[in-house]
């Protein structure tokens, strides 16, 4: 049995040449049990114990559990502080005294016994005195609420739920994931068809490969040609289409210039002839009015 200490001159007394002890210890060893208590705990009379299963809030840690000279047992890290393991059971009532209290004016008060007695009940912890007990004790607990109720959580692994493991379990057998895996598995096989062709290519050799590639080239230096051809005759077509919008653009401006003058021409002989029919009235108008009178 493993322990962390380097002198264990107490383990004999602890684990030998008494029955119930050595059955303690046997037990330990059948559920993986480690004896971590050091020489200053035994000397204060307290054993702990290492579990082999992981600590659900501190997962870097393992489960310990310790027996302490006071009659206590308790857990030594899975909460934020160490917590009893002891059967819990009801304590003796207490009896206190009842008092009435009288206030007085000047702020002074006075307390009077009413003959009366509260009753105060508690609950606490059952304790067990001897030690091979306590360690009896700590073996049940410790097969009931660690390796029975957590039974599906390993060394290095983490603990499952009962819901969640069915859950898991249920999803695992739905159809969606039967289609899935199969999608996978026929992935897996074309890939693996695919690194097959890509190896024996590459074993044809390079040599191969060159020569293949020449003669693919060769066989395509007719058409490489008549491609290059069809492009120098676009490009001379790009070139005239160029030139001719450049013709007709000139052209529409000179027509542009052309026109322009010969508009403003006849607005402005438009406006001269309005102006001397304009005096001709006025001429006429006059005459009429001299005449009138």
Request: hydrophobic content about 25%.
């Amino acid at each position: 049995m493993k322990t962390k200490y380097k002198n264990n001159d107490h383990l004999p007394r602890y684990y030998n040449g008494d029955t119930r002890y050595e059955r303690v210890k046997e037990q330990m060893d059948l559920l993986g049990i480690t004896d971590v208590t050091t020489n200053r705990q035994h000397k204060n009379g307290t054993v702990v114990w290492q579990l082999p299963i992981k600590n659900n809030h501190f997962p870097t840690s393992y489960i310990e559990v310790a027996s302490f000279s006071t009659g206590y047992v308790r857990n030594q890290n899975s909460g934020y502080s160490n917590y009893q393991l002891n059967k819990r059971c009801q304590n003796e009532p207490e009896y206190f005294k009842d008092y009435k209290t009288t206030w007085h004016d000047d702020g002074t008060y006075t307390q009077k016994f009413t003959g009366k007695y509260r009753k105060f009940e508690t609950r606490g912890c059952k304790l067990i005195p001897i030690e091979i007990d306590r360690l009896e004790y700590l073996i049940s607990y410790c097969l009931k609420n660690y390796y029975i109720k957590r039974a599906n959580e390993v060394v290095d692994g983490k603990y499952v739920s009962q819901w969640y493991h069915d859950h898991m379990l249920e999803n695992a057998n739905s159809p969606t994931v039967t289609r899935n895996l199969r999608k996978i598995s026929e992935l897996h096989d074309k890939l693996e068809k695919v690194t097959r062709e890509c190896n024996q290519a590459y074993d044809c050799g390079l040599s191969d490969g060159k020569t293949k590639a020449n003669e693919t080239y060769s066989e395509n230096t007719g058409a490489m040609a008549r491609i290059n051809d069809l492009e120098e005759k676009l490009d001379a077509m790009t070139e005239a289409r160029d030139y001719h919008l450049n013709k007709v653009h000139s052209l529409e401006n000179k027509l542009s210039n052309a026109i322009s003058p010969t508009k403003y021409e006849v607005e402005k002989t438009y406006s001269v002839n309005l102006e001397e029919k304009v005096m001709i009235l006025q001429n006429k108008l006059k005459k009429i009015k001299r005449i009138s009178e």
